[in-house]
């Protein structure tokens, strides 16, 4: 009995690193912001891109700051070392020549930063017109990466 | 001895040109994304009226516009590099490369229906699939334009190699129909009439409609009722 709760617990211990470890953890962090980012996307697309009369400043504006939000959390630092492969809530799509790619990524991450916060300040003015313009330079800054690090399907 | 004839049709040669505008246009705003991804969709729309107006054309244009014309069989090619072939539209060779280039573009029109960039593009058929597959259908779509780019990179050289080395100009002719070639070979195509081309391009543009509304069923219903119609008045 007494050797047995140190044991489970061990155990438990064990599953747990096994699990959710260092990389799969950074790997299902980033799909997360991923994710949710194209949730926040989606809305601008649709309400200034698609159908234009459903524009609501409101939304626009609470969707612009939870981009720039993700923007500046520091993604980057969810692309350690060995996160190329793995699972998070999928298989990972980083192309492993990402880490001798350091210097563009960081490029590519502060323009992703840049036109994010500018989108931010933006979509305050309510400018439907102006919205959509930053939005397509943010939307080119997301292609930029995805064009130099991710493994096509 | 030579004479000038007309060997390819107007709407062939109105085909040609705008799928060169719009295949830069796709890919354009395909590379630089961004403001100019809403663009892509229809350029693609486009694109694939194109090709089914080719592939109709293919049956009832012109003679050299014909697939039976020029379809590259093997025997043609065999005829082709042993030298003994003889004509005056698409050789063998290049009725290949026109083959496969309907082919690849089909294949990009194809895939990019479904296809979605994670960022603000969604094919019109997006919704008809589910993601997972419409990512490997834009995987097949980056694969298809690579492919795209080196066919149309041969189509480029075997120009300039026709021109510069064979002194055979194959541009002219796509712009203004005519071509010298041997008297015995020369026979005009005739003119293209109006009602043709017009009902062609109808019959594209219903397909595209439909195709990009994704209902193409629901659009051919009343087609359906007319035959139910048709058959219940005993025709």
Redesign the interface.
């Known amino acids: 009995m007494k050797i047995k709760l140190p044991l489970a617990l061990a155990l438990t211990t064990v599953t747990t690193v096994a699990l959710s470890g260092e990389v799969e953890e950074q790997i299902r962090f980033r799909q997360s912001a ?1 994710s949710f980012l ?1 949730w926040n ?1 989606g809305k601008i ?1 649709s309400q200034v ?1 698609d159908h234009p009369d459903t524009f609501n400043k409101d939304q626009i504006t609470a969707a612009a700051n939870a981009i720039a939000a993700i923007a500046n959390s520091g993604l980057i630092n969810l692309y350690g070392p060995g996160t190329d492969k793995g699972i998070g809530w999928k298989q990972s799509r980083l192309r492993p020549e990402f880490f001798e790619k350091q210097d563009e990524a960081k490029e590519l991450d502060a323009t992703f930063i840049k036109e994010a916060n500018e989108l931010a300040k933006v979509a305050a003015t309510g400018d439907a017109g102006a919205i ?2 930053q ?3 943010v ?2 800054s ?2 930029g990466c ?1 064009d130099l690090i991710r493994i ?2 | 001895m030579k004479e000038t004839v007309h060997i390819w049709d107007w709407p062939l040669r109105l085909f040609h040109w705008l799928l060169v505008v719009a295949v830069v246009g796709a890919y354009v705003t395909g590379k630089l994304g961004g403001d100019l991804t809403e663009w892509h969709g229809p350029i693609g729309a486009l694109i694939l009226g194109l090709l089914i107006f080719r592939i109709l054309w293919g049956f009832v244009g012109t003679k050299h516009a014909r697939f039976a014309s020029f379809f590259p069989t093997f025997g043609r090619l065999i005829a082709y590099f042993k030298g003994n072939w003889q004509g005056v539209g698409h050789n063998p060779v290049g009725a290949l490369s026109v083959i496969a280039l309907l082919t690849v573009l089909a294949t990009l029109v194809g895939t990019g229906l479904f296809a979605n960039d994670d960022i603000a593009f969604e094919g019109p058929l997006f919704n008809l699939v589910d993601k997972s597959l419409s990512d490997r259908l834009s995987g097949i779509h980056a694969l298809a334009l690579d492919v795209l780019m080196v066919l149309l990179a041969l189509h480029l050289i075997a120009i300039a190699f026709h021109h510069l080395v064979k002194k055979n100009n194959l541009v002219l002719p796509m712009l203004t129909g005519k071509k010298r070639v041997p008297t015995d070979l020369a026979s005009s195509v005739p003119s293209v009439g109006a009602l043709r081309f017009l009902m062609t391009v109808a019959i594209s543009s219903t397909l595209v409609w439909g195709i990009w509304s994704g209902d193409l069923a629901d659009y051919f219903k009343p087609i359906e009722s007319l035959q139910t119609a048709a058959l219940r008045l005993g025709w």
């Open positions: 991923y194209s996307t697309k891109v959509k313009a939005f397509g330079k939307g080119a997301c292609k995805h096509r399907e």
